[in-house]
């Protein structure tokens, strides 16, 4: 198994501009503070696509309105 790399939260703000260049799309590193973890930072894959929604809500034999009864009720929350 693949040891975490970690950096302090110190260090990522000082060296975010760097950290950020050198990882990799979907690579990690651990930001601690005084030893625990504060969070993860992964840096964003390059391609990333939106799931085919409507497809999903026919493979579980709802119709293209169920979805738009969401959106719906979403944006009446405001």
């Given at each position: 198994?693949?040891?975490?790399?970690?950096i302090t939260s110190r260090e990522f703000q000082h060296r975010f501009a760097n950290l950020s260049s050198a990882l990799?799309?979907?690579?990690?590193?651990?930001?601690?503070?005084?030893?625990?973890?504060?969070?993860?930072?992964t840096k964003a894959p390059k391609h990333q696509t939106a799931p085919d929604?409507?497809?999903?809500?026919?493979?579980?034999?709802?119709?293209a309105q169920v979805g738009q009864n969401?959106?719906?009720q979403i944006c009446d929350l405001s």
């Open positions: 198994m693949k040891k975490d790399k970690t990799k799309p979907g690579e990690s590193i651990v930001v601690t503070r005084h030893g625990k973890t504060l969070g993860l930072f929604y409507l497809a999903n809500l026919e493979k579980l034999g709802h119709s969401v959106i719906d």
